[in-house]
């Protein structure tokens, strides 16, 4: 399955692309992580959102941010 930046999916579709659970999707929406529209009581995604939730940035700011919270957490800990 290929995703166009430009076209728009639904969450069913986004959820079979990314693979993941049906919660999942709603917790990603609800959060902000996955941003979407609401057309008619239902979500629309862009692909490009899609596509930002997979791509490579993503997850080095992911670790990034989890490195910058085990610096934190050590650095606490040792003050104990």
């Known amino acids: 399955m290929t ?3 430009n076209e728009i ?7 079979d692309f990314l693979r993941v659970s049906p919660s999942t999707i709603k ?3 609800k959060k ?3 941003k ?3 057309v008619g009581g239902r979500y629309r995604i862009w692909g490009r959102e899609i596509l930002r939730l997979v791509s490579p940035q993503v997850e ?4 990034n941010v989890y490195r910058k919270v ?3 957490a ?4 040792e003050k104990w």
């Open 3 to 5: 995703i166009d930046p």
């Open 9 to 15: 999916y639904t969450t069913e579709e986004a959820r």
């Open 27 to 29: 917790r990603y929406l």
């Open 32 to 34: 902000g992580i996955l």
């Open 36 to 38: 979407a529209n609401k």
């Open 60 to 63: 080095n700011k992911a670790v």
């Open 70 to 72: 085990k610096r934190k």
């Open 74 to 77: 050590i650095k606490t800990i």
